[in-house]
């Protein structure tokens, strides 16, 4: 139940044209400063998930690994996505707080402070 609501909040950014998708533009939003919270699929592949780690730590933006890539093209109604970024500090927050009761794996930094602070 509680992956269906990242899902649907992931669904819900996009349409509200809050979310980045694909590997550059991912990448591209963390190093602009626009990335408010990177979400990658548990299946990428190693060196992108160590990029991502590498990068979200260095920028301190929160990264987690969660879903498939075909969950997470579904919920931004494209066929498949290995990565994402937040823009809206909102969306990033509520899809964090999800995040952290499904116990995804959290790596990188955090521009929210400790995870007790949610």
């Known amino acids: 139940m509680k992956q269906n609501k990242v899902l649907s909040l992931i669904g819900l950014a996009t349409k509200a044209g809050k979310t980045a998708s694909g590997e550059f533009s991912t990448e591209k939003a963390v190093k602009s400063g626009k990335a408010s919270l990177v979400i990658v699929a548990d299946e990428a592949s190693d060196n992108t998930k160590k990029m991502f780690r590498n990068m979200c730590t260095y920028y ?59």
């Open 60 to 118: 301190k933006v929160p990264v987690y690994f969660f879903g498939s890539k075909e969950e997470l093209g579904h919920a931004m109604g494209k066929e498949m996505r290995a990565s994402l970024a937040l823009l809206d500090a909102g969306f990033a927050k509520a899809v964090e707080k999800e995040l952290v009761n499904t116990n995804a794996a959290k790596t990188g930094g955090s521009k929210y402070g400790e995870i007790e602070s949610i």
